[in-house]
């Protein structure tokens, strides 16, 4: 994403081919409220617009959305009005919903220049400027990605039409709140992104080697404030990494494990141990074949995205860093691919965790847990108290809520309830889902302290056998996103395969564990 952004008081100034204004329902073009520069924009225009909005019914419903093709006496060719529901009932929620309609059609304009105006107008209470301006951004950038295919111009493909800048017409008391708000909101969308086009990124590209890569080009780009480690298989043995070198066993690529932490700068000179406040764990298998128990029927079409959950805490933290967020952050990422061959795992194999429980394989398809049990150990090592895992680990969770919310399941209620609000303050849908002591004895086995597959409901199974490694003294969250970390479907500001999903809820889950 490459579009700059600016602001500016003086709607004389507005170079924009279309300028994008909210209105509430029943109040079209009735602008009370806006600053003195939105109001000279758009009074420009506004009874040909009155005009037309009642010639096509336009309401200002949430979502609903007016291109009106203005004349001369506007600088911008395009007005998109987007409706924002009533205002009595404007949330933070009716604004995204309107916002990202009105970015969709701009973009369905091939608009290149787009222009906001009417901040003060479109504000709700208890949201500022500043995270108005962060929304707008960070929506931008998400609705202006384009996946990044190896189409070639060759066979035929033309270039897309990308946005090339954001403009916001504000008034002077906030303009620096807006700017502020912008570069914030630009950081958060660009990692969306950068966790979709590590997902998209197909298997025979996108190796557990070349996570690496891209998690040691992270911390390089970060200006010193993220620290990479990666482990290889040497160290992984020495470490007894025995289950994700057990996953890892079939494949020819060798298994990563990464290790990225960020200590903000004001943080630099105290000597305290490298212990992070908060630890994203994220499965990274970059391809999942399903192992002897192979998946069938079209199974491991999309397998190539069960890295998924590694990609949004790769990128997450990123994000944090570029944000400056006062608190230490720790990625942890164990790649690894899980394929068949004659040193492959099998069904029946007991093994030795990192942490000492011994594992019987149930099922060879089961294996994201089975790497995450010896990542969380990984990170508990390290001295790390609070984690937050994002998996790709079942399909029983589209069960639950298909393909719109993710389940998540903890040990700590007060922790658990904080990600969720998190998740929901950035419009990612989160559920807890209860762990009722009843679910665990579904791990058990005959051969070991317990198996990798227990039956129903899947996914709390799945959760149970992960909380085994986690245990009960630190504070730990799973989010299942095997339902929302891809689909094949557009949905909100979110485009067909990768979504990034967890991004904006760890950068949101991050802000509120900060010192200021
Ligand atoms: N990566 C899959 C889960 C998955 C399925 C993610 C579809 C996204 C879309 C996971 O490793 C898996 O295979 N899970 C099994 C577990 C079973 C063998 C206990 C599943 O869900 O069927
Ligand atoms: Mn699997
Ligand atoms: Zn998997």
């Not at 005009?51 to 004349?71: L, P």
């Not at 409706?83 to 009595?88: I, S």
């Not at 931008?140 to 295919?149: L, Q, R, S, T």
């Not at 029927?297 to 006062?326: C, E, F, H, P, Y």
Request: with cysteine; aromatic share 6%; net charge neutral.
């Amino acid at each position: 994403m490459k579009f700059s952004t600016s602001t500016t008081t003086n709607p004389a100034v507005l170079a924009v081919d279309t300028l994008l204004v909210g209105v509430f329902e029943g109040e079209v073009l009735d602008l009370v409220g806006a600053g003195e520069a939105a109001r000279a924009v758009i009074l420009a225009t506004a009874n040909a617009a009155q005009r037309q909005a009642s010639a096509e019914g336009f309401k200002g419903n949430a979502g609903e959305v007016m291109v009106h093709f203005s004349d001369n006496r506007l600088a911008a060719k395009n007005v998109v009005f987007f409706g924002l529901g009533a205002r009595a009932k404007a949330s933070e929620a009716s604004f995204r919903k309107g916002l990202t309609a009105a970015l969709k059609r701009a973009k369905s304009l091939k608009a290149e220049q787009i222009g906001f105006t009417a901040l003060d107008a479109v504000s709700v209470a208890g949201i500022d400027n500043r995270a108005l301006a962060e929304t707008i951004a960070s929506y931008a950038a998400m609705i202006d990605y384009v996946m990044n295919h190896q189409k070639t111009e060759k066979g035929g493909h033309k270039k897309e039409v990308r946005f090339k800048k954001l403009h916001l017409i504000v008034d002077a008391a906030t303009l620096e709140d807006v700017a502020a708000g912008l570069n914030s909101g630009f950081a958060i969308g660009k990692s969306v992104n950068y966790a979709r086009d590590l997902a998209n990124l197909p298997a025979n590209v996108l190796t557990p080697s070349a996570m690496a890569k891209h998690a040691e080009a992270v911390a390089k780009a970060s200006g010193g404030t993220i620290a990479c480690t990666v482990h290889k298989t040497k160290a992984l043995k020495k470490m007894g990494a025995n289950l994700l070198l057990a996953v890892s066993s079939g494949s020819s690529q060798p298994p990563r494990l990464m290790d990225l932490l960020y200590t903000p700068v004001a943080a630099d000179h105290d000597n305290k141990p490298p212990v992070a406040e908060l630890t994203i764990v994220g499965k990274s298998v970059t391809f999942d074949s399903g192992g002897i128990d192979i998946k069938v029927n079209g199974g491991s079409r999309n397998m190539k995205r069960d890295m998924s959950g590694g990609g949004v805490a790769l990128a997450a933290i990123q994000a944090i860093a570029a944000l400056g967020l006062n608190i230490k952050v720790r990625a942890v990422m164990a790649a690894t691919e899980n394929m068949v061959d004659g040193s492959s795992y099998r069904p029946g194999d007991v093994l030795k965790s990192m942490n000492g429980l011994t594992v019987e394989i149930d099922n060879t398809d089961a294996e994201g847990r089975l790497t995450l049990a010896d990542a969380i150990e990984y990170a508990k090592r390290q001295g790390d108290k609070n984690i937050v895992d994002l998996a790709t680990l079942t399909g029983a969770v589209k069960q639950v809520l298909g393909d719109v919310g993710a389940c998540a399941f903890g040990n700590h209620d007060d922790f658990t309830s904080s990600v969720v609000a998190a998740a929901m303050s950035q419009d990612e849908k989160l559920l807890a889902m209860p762990m009722w002591e009843e679910y665990k004895s579904a791990n058990n086995t005959d051969m070991a302290d317990l198996k990798n597959s227990g039956g129903m409901p899947g996914s709390t199974t799945a959760a149970y056998f992960i909380r085994a490694f986690a245990g009960e003294e630190i504070n730990w969250v799973h989010l299942d996103i095997a339902g929302v970390a891809f689909r094949d479907r557009e949905l909100g500001p979110d485009p067909r395969g990768a979504t990034g999903f967890g991004v904006r809820t760890l950068v949101a889950l991050a802000r509120r564990m900060a010192s200021v």
